[in-house]
């Protein structure tokens, strides 16, 4: 059985200067790109929030749970991985949310159509760490799918960024209650 790295929307978008930034997102880049470099990992696969046209939930006035202000727009700068994330060695790219919300990488599918589980299980990933962008929302929810398909799942802390303490020590809460290994 091998480990993996899923990396969760490192994009433009949801760092300093995009649509949705959040602090500390380009040095969360920098970080897992030496990671990704290391060695550590049996695989490497990415996650991207890619909108086509998503519904509800873009919005002119959003609440920030639901709807959101508009964001990785497919084809865009702001859906691009960040400069600071080298994805060479990134084996796969899983696409979510073209034509609704998508917070798990596991809602997402590669060009082809396969699901992050069924990548996973065919590349005999038994252990995960997740990493990426935002501890609160994709993060999270990437982390409890994964936990949920049964891989065995870390949440790297120090190799992610979240929006705001009160919303990451909740998601903190719930992952440890559902699991997840914190580190």
Same mark, same amino acid.
């Given at each position: 059985? =091998? ?11 949801? /760092? ?10 380009? =040095? ?43 964001? /990785? ?64 929302? /994709? ?45």
């Amino acid at each position: 059985m =091998a480990n993996a790295l899923i990396v969760v929307d490192v994009q433009n978008d949801f /760092c300093e200067g995009g649509s949705l930034a959040v602090a500390g997102g380009a =040095a969360v880049a920098a970080a897992v790109t030496r990671l990704i470099g290391s060695g550590e990992y049996g695989h490497v696969v990415a996650t991207r929030d890619y909108h086509v046209d998503p519904g509800a939930h873009f919005s002119d006035d959003p609440d920030f749970v639901d709807s959101w202000p508009p964001h /990785c727009r497919a084809g865009t700068p702001g859906a691009s991985f960040h400069p600071e994330l080298d994805v060479s060695g990134v084996e796969a790219v899983f696409s979510k949310g073209a034509y609704e919300a998508a917070y798990s990488g596991f809602e997402g599918t590669t060009a082809d159509g396969t699901t992050l589980a069924a990548w996973l299980r065919a590349h005999d990933v038994s252990d995960v760490d997740v990493v990426g962008i935002a501890t609160d929302h /994709c993060v999270r929810a990437t982390a409890l799918d994964a936990a949920r398909e049964g891989f065995a799942t870390t949440v790297r802390l120090d190799l992610t960024a979240g929006v705001s303490a009160a919303t990451v020590d909740k998601a903190l809460q719930e992952l440890t209650a559902s699991g997840v290994r914190l580190g």
